[in-house]
């Protein structure tokens, strides 16, 4: 797909792991050699732990660029660490939808009321699929392809 300008790949070996690489077309001329790699991500178990890292990096003066997101088929937390490599935290939701997709996320709201828009927004979209099933269909794929 496409985000922000740029075109994108999600590429994984797992089939329950919606991506486990991202390729991103160019960076900007002006980056340089230290933004390299896009960002590194690491997945939590529970929005509370979301919130958590939210409330560790959102007050400090050396950490920059704090965003909440809502992908769709995760929730994530984003920011530039003191070096400025962007980090990613995240969890899945229960569903699939073609990616990039990006609304904003509010973490002050319950987890009933984070999944019920996230499910209600997602109901137009004609990529959906419980995430059970996107990922049965990918384990087919990836033994189809001959990938162990």
Known sequence: GSGRG??????TRDPNEHHQLVLSSGRPETSGPTHAV???????????DLRAMHAIVAPRGDVSDVLTVDHGNAWAVYFRDPEENRVEVYIDTPWHVSQPHRVDLDLSLSDEEIR????????????????DAW???QAKRLRDAGVR
């Not at 740029?6 to 590429?11: S, T």
């Not at 019920?116 to 995430?131: K, N």
């Open 135 to 137: 990922c049965d269909r």
């Open 116 to 131: 019920r828009r996230t499910d209600e927004r997602l109901r137009s979209d004609p990529t959906r699929m419980p995430m």
């Open 38 to 48: 896009q960002q590194m991500s690491f997945k939590v178990d529970s929005l509370d």
């Open 6 to 11: 740029f075109n994108v790949v999600f590429l």
